[in-house]
């Protein structure tokens, strides 16, 4: 399985921007489908955003869409998530996900980050 690590949560105003990095090891990441899910207090884990394996087709829930933007850097073994006009519902835990597929890295992912806390204060 590939290890990953998330990097970039912090703390932002409201309408603010931060970019998240997951950083994945190995040499096999472009066949990797990658994503991203979030995790608020209290809650159950929500998937946000996922890309192919090539990079070619990007898919985002509804509350982030417009937003959020997930681009991935195969010779840097990276994939990004790009978080403009933030909300304080955006609060959570965001965690990497990575999987064969995107049918499987954005329902059930085969690989998970350790997550990196983004706080959005109004």
């Known amino acids: 399985q590939v290890q990953l690590v998330e990097s970039g949560g912090g703390l932002v105003q409201a309408g603010g921007s931060l970019r998240l990095s997951c950083a994945a090891s190995g040499r096999t990441f472009n066949t990797y489908a990658m994503g991203w899910f979030r995790q608020a207090a209290g809650k159950e884990r929500e998937f946000v955003a996922a890309?192919?394996?090539?990079?070619?087709?990007?898919y985002y829930a509804d509350s982030v869409k417009g937003r959020f933007t997930i681009s991935r850097v195969d010779a840097k073994n990276t994939v990004y998530l790009q978080m403009n006009s933030l909300k304080p519902e955006d609060t959570a835990v965001y965690y990497c996900?990575?999987?064969?597929?995107?049918?499987?890295?954005?329902?059930?992912?085969?690989?998970w980050g350790q997550g990196t806390q983004v706080t959005v204060s109004s």
């Open positions: 996900a990575a999987g064969p597929s995107v049918a499987v890295v954005s329902t059930t992912p085969a690989s």
């Open positions: 890309s192919t394996r090539s990079g070619g087709r990007t």
